[in-house]
């Protein structure tokens, strides 16, 4: 992950300390994990002070096994913990929860963000009710960072709204953009819009006319227009822009469809002797290819869109995907991406409002009505 | 492609003759590709009879070169070809063309299926037009066969319909079905339904309600519920069920993903001379996982759910991509698709009447109106 810096963000220079905090109990693997993270993101970000919240006990267990961890570790007791599989519903009525606290920290600036490797949904519900939607974006979306050919595209909205408008995939290219500027160091990232087809004429009404804003934006110079779900790794445009739908189906389909090229080419090498000699030969080469594609290296879907950085990491992950996900919160923070979003909303502001859905009659083909 | 029968089709037996449709100037390669294909196509079906559409003058000049295929053709003269970027509308008001015709033979019943590498756009609008939507199904969808880790998907719909309501998902499930029985030989195919998450209250309403009325249905047993994107190459059903859109991304995402994983994989060879010497040691394995993964071999989708098969060849395949379309509309003739999709249809009808949308109100989590 790139830190070069973004030209118009007001950004924390690297020496200057700043606070993260970090939820202690999410996870498949705990506090254990989450603290073997920090003891990682001690190393990388030493100008980093982290607020752990958690059950002070087991924490104070741990943290004298991780003494860089705990150099840079403040905890402070919470009474409870979200379970990996409770309702946001249920998330949101329980009081003193690390992951609870820990978005409440943000909202009173304690914190410049979060980080919690905690249940999803329950962590969009609170972020949504605590740290709350940035004034001019209608709703926060999820995003991530992908391989592709070229190299790392920034994809949105990953699941956070199952069905959206236009307005709200104008808004996610906007995040995206911002994003793209703060944690990959692009000066001006292209964006495309996800469709079924590159004419204009292809999609629906909500996706033409969301092109049509864009076209009509100050980001019309880096709009790239619509793209198909082979764009995405082929490194066509570097911000992704879709409804969370789509987002979440193309994300896991490209997941599993790696893993089942991953197994056959596993098989190639254990198929045969010829096969384990092979493997001997190109073992430098194969620990490469799968380094660039680990998944721990894309680690740190981020809530975009709120008043404040929040990160979230996999559940299943590990320490060094744990580290990963501080590292894009560290990103974010350092080259101001909040900031950066609220200059570039401004631009955005009058174009969208003059706008509005009755504008959106596009000529629609035949055919779709035959 | 597996050829067993399938139990309850009133299929045609094997040695019994019948007649397919073949546009002769569709596709990239044009009539030559076609005809070569044509030529593969004869010495696997021999009991199959072609109706040759297109430029009488040109077929005649390239039928000479393949007897096999001449054996089995009869070509009849058109006087237009629809070119590949013309706009379906432009499409259906173009006369004689080889695209049109082939459609019409089979709506005359002079021919039970046609295969065309054409136009895709132009190929389905024509279809809808003059094969025409079958009784009970409101729209056709686009269905195809991918590679799983376990066997081989069924996914529909690839982007026949752009929006679909909870009534198009249930009739893509019944085609799906249909299409897994006759062209997998699978005598009681799962199916999934796409979705963000597998639990129930995941995804909209339309979904939800997808689900009830499949749940409730004559299809009950073989309805494993929401499946989400890497459920498709896991191969957890046999069908999986989606809208247009999403499941054209999803297919394409897939399909890029895969370029990409090739890419790397022949960077590992290629970047060394060590790399070079293991090539040869695991050639004959590589070369069996790119058999197994060719694209030619799941060339093929389909038009489902209207009064004929209609099969649609990728336009920028070859002989062999164009010889597995051949062998997708033979499976479905001879093991009787659109009878048994018939009988399915009329066991659901009752059904799907039944209900109304106003029935579909599912709660919905609080979350998403946060």
Redesign the interface.
Same mark, same amino acid.
């Given at each position: 992950m790139s830190l070069s810096s973004s030209p118009e963000a007001s950004s924390v220079p690297e020496q200057e300390i700043f606070t993260l905090a970090v939820d202690g109990m999410g996870g498949d693997g705990g506090p254990e994990m989450v603290i073997a993270g920090l003891q990682i993101a001690a190393d990388r970000h030493p100008g980093i002070k982290i607020l752990l919240l958690g059950d002070s006990a087991r924490l104070g267990e741990i943290l004298p096994r991780y003494p860089k961890a705990a150099s840079i570790c403040t905890v402070r007791h919470t009474q409870a913990a979200v379970p990996m599989d409770m &309702?946001?519903?249920a998330a949101l009525r329980l009081r003193d929860s690390s992951m609870r606290v820990a978005m409440e920290v943000v909202s009173r600036k304690e914190a410049q963000g979060v980080v919690s490797a905690g249940n999803s @949904?329950a962590m /969009?519900?609170l972020a &949504? !009710?605590i740290v709350r939607t940035m004034p001019g974006i209608s709703r926060p979306a999820m995003a991530a960072i992908s391989? *592709? +050919?070229k190299g790392d595209v920034v994809m949105l909205d990953l699941?956070a709204n #199952? *069905?959206c408008d236009w307005r709200n995939l104008v808004e996610f290219a906007v995040m995206g953009e911002a994003f793209a500027k703060s944690v990959l160091g692009l000066p001006a990232p292209t964006i495309g819009l996800?469709n !079924?087809g590159a004419e204009e004429l292809k999609? %629906?009404e909500k996706l033409r006319h969301a092109a049509d804003v864009l076209r009509d934006s100050p980001l019309a110079s880096q709009f790239h227009g619509f793209i $198909?779900? %082979? %764009?995405?790794?082929?490194g066509t445009t570097d911000v992704v822009v879709?409804d969370?739908? *789509?987002g979440? #189906?193309? /994300? &896991? *389909? @490209? $997941?599993? #469809? /790696? +893993?089942?090229?991953?197994?056959?080419?596993r098989? !190639?090498?254990q198929?045969?002797f010829?096969?384990r000699?092979?493997?001997l030969?190109?073992r430098p080469?194969?620990h490469r290819?799968r380094e660039? =594609?680990d998944p721990r290296r894309y680690n740190g879907a981020v809530f975009v869109g709120l008043n404040g950085v929040v990160v979230k990491s996999h559940g299943g992950t590990d320490a060094v995907g744990f580290a990963a996900a501080v590292d894009v919160a560290v990103d974010m923070v350092r080259h101001g991406f909040n900031d950066s979003m609220k200059s570039r909303l401004s631009r955005m502001e009058s174009l969208t409002v003059r706008r509005t859905d009755a504008n959106a009659s596009v000529e629609t $083909?035949?055919?779709?009505a =035959?």
């Open positions: &309702k946001p519903t @949904g /969009l519900a &949504k !009710v391989p *592709t +050919r699941g #199952v *069905t996800l !079924v999609g %629906d $198909e779900g %082979d %764009d995405i790794t082929a879709t969370g739908f *789509t979440n #189906v193309a /994300l &896991k *389909t @490209g $997941e599993g #469809v /790696l +893993r089942m090229a991953s197994s056959l080419f098989q !190639v090498f198929s045969s010829a096969g000699v092979a493997y030969l190109v080469a194969l290819m660039w =594609l $083909e035949v055919v779709t =035959l």
